[in-house]
DNA sequence: AATACCACGCAAGATTCTTCGATCAATCAC
DNA sequence: GTGATTGATCGAAGAATCTTGCGTGGTATT
């Protein structure tokens, strides 16, 4: 595994913060000249500890306020079953995640939703149709106390 | 509210996906000029569209491997209590997530931790210490099946 | 039909990126 | 100790990009 040191964590962190930071503006935080910086930035992109740029919308504006919880307990355990569902799953618009849980043969999807009713819909249109699903429970989140993509460094 | 047309969905959609995107490139994937297009990723940012600009990081880069969920069930439902365990639940580090959910008093977090051991420490030294708590139950995702933070356009 | 209003494209100045060679510090072999 | 090697740094300059002013065209309103 390639090493990182203090500096490279400290413009990890800002990146994650503020991912369009002009690179002069990131040398100076970081106390390097700019091509310092710029050069440890190509290398943390090439090697893969940055994954992607993105720019993160206001769901609020956007009409997504509330997100939903669905746990789901497969019928079997058999890998095709498990590929089908997956296959499935990942057809899902508005999804914005789905994990394969520990235990029993659960998983735990994550939907942006614009309220009760665009939830009733997509539930009719995508969650009914999952194949293999023995168990759907589905779990109303009524306000998002803290919500980062920001891994601590 | 303020409305946006298709061509801003389009652009919206497409800083989700790569939030550096040089304007000239945006701009020719939109059919526009690149001063038109400049203009209104502005507006999209002024109007708060656009929350913020972020570099998603590789989690097994960087010893963060597993997700997991704990659910927690305060023993009252009082605005004291919440804002006592809200205010603790903001200062664990590797808090990726917390919704206060619909149904019971429950919160829903969602960390990002290295493995069992990493947990347990985190579990020690800042879950237990939460105030206000009554149950708590933690699940493993043994693997992510699919993860975005793009919504769906 | 006249007017106002947007959004557009073009172009140019300002900013920023990106790469080059030179330099410096640390490490290692001898 | 000394010289060589490695790796990272810096400053500078050309290339790319951003950002804004201005004139134009289309559309809606009166």
Redesign the interface.
Known sequence: ??EIDAIDRRI?AI??????ITNADLAARVNLSASACHRRVQRLEQ?????????????R??A?LS?V?VEITLSGQATELLEAF?RG??TI???????????TAD??LKL?VADTDDFARIHREYLTRLPGVAQMHS???????????????
């Open positions: 595994m390639i990890l990146l994650q913060k503020d991912g369009r090697d893969g500890f940055i994954r992607a740029y993105t720019a993160l919308l206001d769901r504006k956007l997504r997100t919880f997956e799953v990942r618009p508005d999804l914005l995640e789905c994990h394969l849980m520990a235990g998983y735990l942006a779990s109303f989140a009524l306000r998002t106390v803290a919500e980062t993509t920001a891994l601590s460094l």
